[in-house]
């Protein structure tokens, strides 16, 4: 079990609850990923990835942004990568944590990224939702069935061929081959 407490990331045995190991992690802004034996955190400016044998750092990164403004949203890990928003979304080796790719978007990033078999998708803060492709990085999808909300935070869910679109009060299925909404 991996958690954040004060500026600690902790690993705590599942059966006893006892500690197995702590590192001091600098204020987290967010729940840590578990994938492959790495524990991914963010805070408000860096991704960093520990070692959950033992805790150590094995890499950490800082996207670069124009306007000084943004906040590392929780990584999506698929295939050797961990994708991450910001002001755009970036594909990170999950070895090293280099760049692997940057897809853009015309405006900020403001969930964390959601990864399915073929597609990453993203909501920005301008209501839409884009789903890039995991290889590659081309934009390969989009929908607008959230583009009159006021606030568009939630990362998406995927189940099965259904993404699900949250607002604080909104629900909408969209197809995850073609975008159409279900309901």
Request: proline share 4%; charged share 20%; aromatic share 10%.
């Amino acid at each position: 079990v991996y958690l954040i407490a004060g500026r600690s990331l902790f690993s705590l045995d599942a059966a006893t609850g006892e500690t197995e190991w702590s590192v001091d992690h600098g204020s987290a802004a967010t729940a840590p990923v578990v994938a492959d034996g790495t524990v991914y955190t963010s805070d408000n400016s860096t991704l960093g990835a520990y070692a959950t044998r033992d805790g150590s750092q094995l890499w950490s990164h800082t996207p670069e942004v124009s306007d000084g403004l943004m906040f590392v949203e929780n990584p999506a890990v698929r295939d050797g990568r961990v994708f991450v928003g910001a002001q755009h979304l970036q594909a990170l080796s999950a070895d090293d944590g280099g760049v692997q790719g940057t897809a853009q978007v015309e405006t900020e990033v403001t969930g964390a990224p959601t990864a399915g078999p073929d597609r990453v998708y993203v909501p920005t803060d301008a209501g839409q939702t884009y789903g890039f492709d995991v290889g590659d990085g081309t934009r390969s999808w989009q929908s607008s069935a959230m583009s009159e909300a006021f606030s568009y935070e939630i990362s998406p869910v995927l189940a099965d061929d259904t993404l699900y679109l949250f607002t604080d009060d909104r629900i909408v299925a969209v197809s995850r081959s073609d975008a159409s909404v279900r309901w």
